[in-house]
């Protein structure tokens, strides 16, 4: 992918680690700005939203010394109206830069495991960020991913 794939997308460059995240150090900073860690989303969700749920976690580490934090795309089924499920989505550019459906991210503190599924889509900020938890194995079935030490 390149950044011309994004060009008059109407979507934004959306970090999967964040840029505040990173600011520890110069080197990991440009890393965060690597197209590795960008995906398509909605400008309303990325600057909405999703940079709320980002700060939760930031806050998170008052109460948590230590976090774990995995993020990714996903590309979930929807019932379409022949009552038959699809996987569909939107590609970008020459490249065919794949836009989620979703992002997930699972959160790992010592004594207690978060899981989120996300729409890519502009969310309400009354919506409580609850709504969107699921269980690990959720996770797992949908993502296709084996979370192993998440699991407990």
Known sequence: SSKEDYSNSGFDRGH???AQNCQYSIAALRETFYL???SP???KFNRGYWKKFEQH????LVEY???EVITGPLYLPYDD?????YVKYQVLGKNDVAVPSHFFKIIKAQ???WAYILPNREVGKDVLLDSFEVSVERLEK???IIFNSYNQ
């Open 65 to 67: 010394k230590d976090l």
């Open 57 to 60: 976690v930031r806050d998170l």
């Open 81 to 85: 109206a022949d009552g038959k499920r």
């Open 111 to 113: 004594d207690r495991t």
């Open 16 to 18: 999967l680690c964040p």
């Open 36 to 38: 590795s860690n960008i």
């Open 41 to 43: 989303q909605d400008p």
């Open 142 to 144: 949908v993502s296709g």
